[in-house]
């Protein structure tokens, strides 16, 4: 993949984080801030970038930002599940009680004892 120059940013007054490709505006994510943590509501790419990454890179810098400022994740938005989903070490951001809604595995030493 060519270098890219991007920049991730926290726009606190439209309640979201932004990518920016250069300096256009390539990608978001709503979020809405609660006493349960930070709710990841919708992601997207402007379909001109798609196909480079950008999401990844969006949904990775969301996270690490919410890891940052010690804030849960709750992530309604099936792309940042999917993102958890396939990156584990995101999954200790989402409380271990809200994962089932969300249906996030549990981490592995977490799994239950088989019985029988």
Do not use: W
């Not at 490709?21 to 809405?32: H, M, Q, R, S, V």
């Not at 001109?48 to 930002?65: I, K, M, P, T, Y």
């Not at 990156?87 to 595995?105: I, N, T």
Request: include cysteine; charge should be negative; aromatic fraction near 10%.
């Amino acid at each position: 993949m060519e270098q890219q120059n991007t920049r991730f940013a926290e726009n606190r007054e439209a309640h979201r984080f932004e990518l920016f490709l250069e300096d256009e505006l390539a990608g978001f994510i709503d979020y809405k801030r609660t006493r349960a943590g930070l709710s990841f509501l919708h992601a997207e790419i402007d379909p001109r970038f798609g196909g480079r990454g950008l999401g990844s890179a969006l949904v990775r810098g969301g996270l690490d930002a919410a890891r940052a400022q010690g804030l849960p994740v709750l992530p309604f938005c099936p792309f940042v599940r999917r993102y958890i989903q396939r990156h584990p070490e995101y999954l200790e951001l989402v409380p271990a009680d809200r994962r089932a809604r969300f249906e996030l595995e549990s981490e592995p030493d977490e799994a239950p004892e088989p019985t029988g």
